[in-house]
């Protein structure tokens, strides 16, 4: 199933800040703001058990790259 897609413009400091969390966090702006949005809507629960731990390990494996530098 191909997931739906839109565009929405945000303002050049809010961008800053969504690059600078992703970059810190080691995931992409879209699962940031798609967990934001399913954390505003009261739904982050009905996230996928499976993509969250897929996540945990993304950002797992990113730190632990980060320690062996």
């Given at each position: 199933?191909?997931?739906p897609q839109f565009s929405?413009?945000?303002?050049?400091e809010l961008d800053e800040r969504l690059n600078a969390y992703a970059k810190q966090a080691?995931?992409?702006k879209t699962k940031?703001?798609?967990d934001a949005l399913a954390h505003?809507?009261?739904c982050a629960d009905d996230v996928p058990l499976i993509r969250r731990v897929l996540?945990?390990?993304?950002?797992?494996?990113?730190?632990e790259a980060k320690s062996e530098k």
């Open positions: 199933m191909v997931s929405v413009r945000i303002p050049p080691g995931t992409t940031v703001m798609i505003y809507l009261g996540e945990l390990e993304e950002r797992m494996a990113a730190l």
